[in-house]
């Protein structure tokens, strides 16, 4: 029993250890030994990394009572959220230690949430995903208020405290009611009771509409997005970048284990409400981002869209939908980061960047970053020959295979919307005068921007090759049932 405990969750409690460790040692290090801190942390990530990959991909093990589980899914998964939250943790450190941020404390708060994210991911009992939900979520509250001199990172963060309570209610309401129904707080388990016995569908409906609600917020999606914009203007960029983009794997992994995995039976019913939700977040997202003057909140509402468009293809109940859904998730992660990786690099170089217009006269101050940020947008854009465009063409091309014509046709409307804002912020940077001169700190410059530049190369590569990521967001789609 142990030594099945140590194989399945050694990454989990690897990362326990990891948190409390850096934690007590931030005490004694200050400020003066951050990047010992920053390496320890890094390190967690490579050797949970590593004995992650070692699991199997084609079975399922099960540990803890059959309450966590490794599968195809969970290993997918939690790769990308190691190798996401190590760029996330390179990309901030300059920020953070000028900010005076880079402690034992952003340390732990951001280990303490992988771990929620890896319960999510691996939840095989509703008590475990909760726990991993009620993890992610306290944590990231803390790391929105880290910053505690800044006004706005505190109201940003009792805004997303009172929300997400609301929104755990809710989830948490529609988890007991499912145990009431089936007697049974494991997933496959609920699946079998509904299956077999005669369950009364207004209470089952009303359990699903808890739960589906619960999986739109964290989610970020529409109509439940109202937290989004105001936690990503609110928190400080390194956050906000944190909290768009990881999190979402474990979004992606509730959704998957709650309605595929256990309320397939009733497939008709939230397949109806993801195919809303994906349209409204869709087009309430782009259009809403035409009207932003604020950097961050148009990436917000940027989010949203792309929700939508994930929702879109995980709306389909098909193994080519969520293969579809699995590949999005990966790309969109990675043009997220390389977002707000630009965004820190020119707050460094230019003071912190808020407003659009603040990018005005970059293509003549600095025409490196220029081009990159022309990549980034382009790929956020969905034109090729950046990952960006294939992405959205795998989740349209799943949504016409499964027969579903008016909800690509809104699909590409809606990305036709996005790429005029994007466009918006090219013409800015490359064509408007600089609004105020600015300086630029070498070290600071070659350090991330050699980050940015292999960030945004990977964007065109994996748009010209995407077949081995497809691949194996396909292979990991099939494994899952």
Known sequence: MLTNILTVALPEIIILISAMSVLLLGVFFKNKNATSLFGITQLTLLIAAYFTSQLPIESKLLAFN????????????????????????????????????????FFSLVLFALLGINLIISSYHLLTLYMGIELLSLSLYTLVAIDRKRQEATEAAMKYFILGAVASGFLLYGFSMLYGITGSLYLHEISEQIGVTEVNPMILSFALVFVTVGIAFKFGAAP????????????????????????????????????????????????????????????????????QTKIKRL????????????????ATGAITGISAALFYIATYVLMTLASFGLIICLSNQRGDIDKISDLSGLAKDEPWLAFLLLIIFLSLAGIPPTIGFYAKFSIIQATLQFGWIWPAVIAVMSALVGIYYYLRMIKIAYFDDAIKATKASKSIHGELTLTLTMNAIALIVLGLFPSPLMDIATLTSALIF
């Open 66 to 105: 059959n309450m966590f589980v490794a599968d195809s899914l969970s290993l997918y998964l939690k790769l990308l959220s190691y190798f996401g939250l190590s760029l996330v943790l390179i990309y901030s450190r300059d920020y953070l230690l000028k900010k005076n941020l880079l402690n034992g404390e």
């Open 224 to 291: 439940f997005q109202l937290w989004v914009p105001d936690v990503y203007q609110g928190s400080s960029t390194p956050i906000t970048m944190f909290i768009g983009s990881i999190p979402k794997f474990a979004s992606v992994a509730m959704l998957i284990r709650l309605l595929y995995q256990t309320l397939d039976h009733l497939v008709m019913d939230w397949q109806l409400m993801l195919l809303v939700m994906a349209i409204t977040s869709m087009l309430l997202g782009n259009i809403t981002a035409i009207a």
């Open 299 to 314: 990436l917000a509402y940027s989010t949203i869209s792309h929700v939508g468009f994930m929702l879109l293809g995980l």
